[in-house]
């Protein structure tokens, strides 16, 4: 059964590790690759990624991407949402932190900011517009 507006926003605000599928070019599948995300409803959903990294270098030449999070329990649910990049910034260390705030402990959060600012390169935040959603809730297992 699709999942409502309502339903399907508030399940992609949930801190799911998003499968992230970007077009890799002719002869190729689509990069995809596991993404953490930012997403409240009824506004842009972000990532975080390197400046040089390949996903960001096939999203800019794309100028669009996928998102697809879904969780087994208590029911089959999934929601997939794809549109277009509407703006690339720098990123912050405040945007790391957040970010970064959303999947771990808070009493992991300051180390790995601090690693994580230090060693994975400069990094950019991309925004999408939700333009397309695909949906589901197949119910129990």
């Known amino acids: 059964m699709a999942l409502t507006r309502e339903e399907r926003e508030l399940f992609l605000a949930e801190p799911h590790v998003a499968a992230l599928a ?6 190729r599948a689509p990069l995809t690759v596991p993404i953490w995300y930012q997403y409240a409803p009824g506004g842009e959903v972000w990532i975080m990624t390197g400046l040089e990294s390949r996903k960001y270098e096939l999203i800019k030449a794309a ?3 996928s998102l697809l999070v879904d969780r087994l329990e ?3 649910r999934y929601v997939s949402v794809e549109g277009p990049v509407v703006d690339t910034v ?3 260390v405040e945007q790391l932190r957040e970010i970064s705030a959303r ?4 009493d992991k959060v ?8 230090q060693n994975h390169g400069e990094q950019v935040v991309v ?3 939700p333009e397309r959603w695909v949906s589901s809730d197949l119910g129990s297992v």
């Open 103 to 106: 999947y771990l402990p808070a």
């Open 110 to 117: 300051d180390g790995y900011v601090d690693f994580a600012w």
């Open 90 to 92: 720098p990123a912050t």
């Open 127 to 129: 925004r999408m517009r």
């Open 22 to 27: 970007v077009d890799a070019g002719p002869d």
């Open 63 to 65: 100028g669009r991407f």
């Open 74 to 76: 208590p029911s089959i």
